[in-house]
């Protein structure tokens, strides 16, 4: 199965800025995904990102909040922008392995917004 | 749309003791695949168990075993002779013919030694 190399692993930001987050992925995969675990809460979908196009964004979440970047088939960036404490969370990117119908997980960015 | 119930919050244990996590599911995908997933408190997910919707076979892996039954759409897991390092929250989860995965809302097991 795929490794997902994911960074930062944790930041502490102030209200107001950005953080970008980056997915290396070791081997080429049709899809990716970004997700929110809010403290004490389950995984939520924001959005899949798309090669070479606009990524596809969940309901409640916007581009101008978390703009996505795929720029080819093993790269992917999520922008959580103008932070609030309440974006205060867990970010995780994954992929899905077409041919294992199985989903790797990167190891999380645990953002503080302060 | 898809949906994953699992209704246990947390569940203490003592070490040694058997643990089941319940999981319920809709869907109205005839394909579709089911997970479970481990979280540690580092905060990093493990993947545990899959299983497709035409394969109903329950196995037993190490200490892991899964009760897979399409009639009453439910997908529970055990741990057998569980660990102080099986304290962690368990997710569950199902992904469709649009290959998203949707979590359940996660169940915190404490194995208290």
């Known amino acids: 199965s795929a490794v997902i190399s994911q960074k930062p692993s944790r930041d502490i930001c102030q209200r107001g800025t950005s953080l970008t987050i980056q997915c290396q992925v070791d081997?080429?995969?049709?899809?990716m995904f970004w997700y929110r675990q809010q403290p004490g809460q389950s995984l939520t979908l924001i959005a899949t990102?798309?090669?070479?196009?606009?990524?596809?964004?969940e309901s409640g979440f916007v581009i101008d909040k978390f703009p996505i970047s795929r720029p080819n088939l093993t790269f992917s960036t999520l922008t959580v922008s103008n932070m609030s404490p309440e974006d205060s969370s867990i970010y995780l990117c994954?992929?899905?392995?077409?041919?294992?119908?199985?989903?790797?997980f990167g190891s999380g960015t645990r953002l503080t917004v302060v | 749309a898809q949906k994953v119930t699992q209704a246990q919050t947390e569940i203490s244990v003592v070490e040694k003791e058997d643990v089941t996590l319940d999981c319920v599911y809709e869907?109205?995908?005839?394909?579709?695949?089911l997970f479970w997933y481990k979280q540690p408190p580092s905060g990093e997910l493990v993947f545990l168990i899959r299983?497709?919707?035409?394969?109903?076979q329950n196995e037993i892996s190490g200490r892991y075993s899964w009760n897979f039954q399409k009639s009453t759409s439910s997908f529970n897991f055990t741990i057998t002779a569980s660990q102080v390092v099986d304290s962690a929250v368990y997710f569950c989860?199902?992904?469709?013919?649009?290959?998203?995965?949707?979590f359940g809302a996660g169940t915190t097991v404490t194995v208290r030694a």
């Open positions: 081997s080429q995969v049709t899809m």
């Open positions: 990102a798309n090669q070479g196009s606009e990524a596809t964004y």
């Open positions: 869907t109205r995908d005839t394909t579709y695949y």
């Open positions: 989860a199902l992904s469709g013919n649009d290959y998203k995965l949707s």
């Open positions: 299983r497709n919707s035409f394969d109903e």
């Open positions: 994954s992929d899905r392995v077409v041919d294992d119908y199985g989903y790797t």
